[in-house]
């Protein structure tokens, strides 16, 4: 009789214990790893209202050049753009000046030309007995540059308003110099099963 009971009770310590090993064993067997990553340029809300919205940028500069340079506080840019839209525009008017001098000597002189005079006067730098292919080809040179330069004119102004708008998009980015990359592991506990919580790790990347 107490050989049986012996036999019992030691046979139930060695199937707890293998239950508990059982038990260990697939509870470290399992052990997630939690990552986590951070996005390289996150802003908070309160950095967000530090920049202007890129659309209003936008709209500014074509409204008025050079007004979404001095949103994006770059007033150095103002005379930049008003240097060469301003050039080009009164290079158009000269252009376009002596165009109309060269039609009008060229309308003048041109015995087949109809007796009302449309363009004015014949300019007094312009020869009576220029050669009127001499004047027709200078004429239409002035006109092509002129137009040329329209062209120019329009260019600058839509990358006037370009600048700005893709300044105003990369102000959010972050290009300072002390840019680096943190890792940081740390313990934390994971609710695999309901019964029965796993530890696991944690792994942060900050850039």
């Known amino acids: 009789m107490i050989r049986s009971i012996s036999i019992t009770l030691l046979f139930g310590v060695l199937m707890t214990a293998n239950g508990s090993a059982q038990s260990f064993s697939s509870s470290k067997s399992f052990v997630p790893v939690n990552y986590q990553f951070k996005p390289a340029f996150e802003i908070s809300d309160s950095l967000q209202t530090e920049f202007p919205d890129p659309k209003k940028v936008l709209r500014q500069s074509l409204i008025l050049p050079g007004w979404g340079q001095v949103t994006n506080n770059q007033i150095w840019k103002v005379p930049i753009v008003y240097g060469v839209i301003g050039g080009l525009t009164y290079y158009s008017i000269h252009l376009n000046k002596r165009y109309g001098d ?49 062209v120019f004119i329009g260019l600058s102004y839509a990358l006037n308003a370009i600048d700005a708008y893709v300044f105003a998009h990369l102000r959010s980015f972050d290009v300072s110099d002390d840019l680096s990359m943190n ?9 695999a099963r309901k019964s029965s919580p796993s530890p696991s790790i944690s792994l942060s990347i900050n850039f």
């Open 102 to 150: 060269y039609r009008a000597a060229y309308y003048n002189l041109n015995p087949q030309s109809p007796d009302d005079n449309k363009f004015g006067p014949t300019p007094g730098y312009i020869s009576e007995d220029a050669n009127l292919e001499a004047l027709r080809q200078t004429r239409n040179n002035f006109r092509n540059r002129r137009d040329l330069v329209f």
């Open 183 to 191: 890792i940081q592991m740390k313990p934390v506990i994971i609710a």
